[in-house]
């Protein structure tokens, strides 16, 4: 079953604008990872946050997390149209295995 | 792109059939986890290999087996097909089997049970 779920499930804006896609889990987790998948291939690993941590950054991605709510946010900033994939996020509750969501499709216009 | 490697990149099966796909991972890494990814879903955990011993295991039955070798490539084995079993297979190689190990996938095999 998938823990997580990804909100909104497709995003569509102009190069330049700013991408935010949200994931609400179930349980309690270790950590959080975002990933993003371009058109069906493999996935690559965009970013950990770690139960403790609030806010973290890399480059023009920005990953929040809020335990109480159980609840993360991803936001790119000066989106590219090169930054058109799927976007999901991943937990472990509390084990060795990561969960996946059901993925944010974003799409960056020219 | 990663240093993991899968094969074959397609793969059209009948229901029935049994089918067997590969993962090479990457060097210096002795975790490999399998992953089920049905069109349109994220994907799903199947299960994960360390050092050869499997060290865990998702919701799915059997049927779905695998083997990790001695340099840490691993087989995933799926008997008796059935049409459900069409998805994108993935594999990731980490240096350990922890969650906060970053996992490097692979491109995918794209399986048709027909």
């Known amino acids: 079953s998938q823990q997580g779920e990804e909100d909104p499930q497709a995003l569509s804006i102009q190069e330049g604008e700013n991408a935010t896609m949200n994931c609400s889990y179930k349980?309690?987790?270790?950590?959080l990872q975002w990933y993003r998948q371009n058109s069906g291939r493999g996935l690559v690993h965009l970013i950990l946050?770690?139960?403790?941590?609030r806010e973290k950054h890399s480059g023009r991605l920005r990953v929040t997390l809020d335990t109480s709510k159980k609840s993360s946010s991803l936001l790119i900033t000066a989106s590219r149209a090169a930054d058109t994939a799927s976007y999901f996020c991943?937990?472990?509750?509390?084990?060795?295995?990561?969960?996946f969501g059901t993925g944010t499709r974003l799409q960056v216009f020219p | 792109e990663t240093g993991v490697t899968q094969s074959p990149t397609h793969l059209i099966k009948t229901r029935g059939q049994q089918v067997t796909l590969r993962c090479s991972s990457q060097?210096?890494?002795?975790?490999v986890s399998w992953y089920q990814q049905a069109l349109g879903q994220g994907p799903q955990f199947i299960f994960q290999?360390?050092?050869?011993?499997?060290?865990g295991r998702g919701n799915f039955p059997p049927r779905f087996s695998g083997l990790q070798f001695p340099n840490y490539s691993s087989e995933l084995n799926v008997n008796a097909l059935e049409l459900d079993d069409s998805a994108l297979y993935l594999c990731?190689?980490?240096?350990?089997?922890?969650?906060?190990?970053?996992?490097?996938f692979g491109p995918g095999t794209r399986l048709t049970v027909l």
């Open positions: 990731a190689s980490s240096e350990g089997p922890l969650s906060y190990n970053e996992q490097f």
């Open positions: 349980t309690s987790i270790n950590n």
């Open positions: 946050i770690r139960s403790n941590e």
């Open positions: 991943a937990t472990d509750h509390n084990t060795d295995k990561l969960i």
């Open positions: 060097s210096g890494h002795n975790t």
């Open positions: 290999y360390y050092r050869e011993e499997e060290n």
